[in-house]
């Protein structure tokens, strides 16, 4: 069984895959992952030379470069990435409520 490759900032979650989605992929010129929903900060690639935010279908992928990339946020440590393929995840919490995304 091959170890899944996981990476976690705040409330963001990066998996890495074997491969993206075949379908149409429009490219984030920003570099922004995901904004976070209570302060606003950006979850970010540093090097956008390095990497491509990808929106494919209705999810984040990433594509890095063989150098790697760091994510950076305001209020969490950076993140490096190795060279891959990600899928970008939006964490959830469960509340006897509701099942709600984590607020950064």
Same mark, same amino acid.
């Given at each position: 069984? @091959? @170890?899944? &490759? *996981?990476?976690? $900032? !705040? =409330?963001? /979650?990066?998996?890495?895959?074997?491969?993206?989605? #075949?379908? #149409?992929?429009? @490219?984030? &010129?920003?570099?922004?992952? /995901?904004?976070?929903?209570a302060t606003g900060h950006v979850h970010r690639i540093a090097e956008l %030379? $390095?990497? &491509?935010?990808?929106?494919? !279908?209705?999810?984040?992928? /990433?594509?890095?470069?063989? %150098?790697?990339?760091?994510?950076?946020?305001? +209020?969490?440590? =950076?993140?490096? *990435?190795?060279? !891959?393929?990600?899928?970008?995840?939006?964490?959830? +919490?469960?509340?006897?409520? +509701?099942?709600?995304?984590?607020?950064?």
């Amino acid at each position: 069984m @091959k @170890k899944q &490759e *996981l990476y976690r $900032q !705040g =409330d963001v /979650l990066i998996r890495r895959i074997d491969g993206l989605p #075949k379908q #149409k992929a429009v @490219k984030r &010129e920003s570099g922004a992952i /995901l904004e976070g929903e209570a302060t606003g900060h950006v979850h970010r690639i540093a090097e956008l %030379t $390095q990497a &491509e935010v990808l929106e494919i !279908g209705d999810g984040v992928y /990433l594509r890095v470069g063989e %150098t790697g990339v760091r994510i950076v946020h305001e +209020e969490h440590a =950076d993140v490096v *990435l190795p060279a !891959g393929n990600y899928e970008v995840v939006r964490q959830r +919490e469960y509340s006897p409520e +509701e099942i709600r995304n984590v607020a950064d």
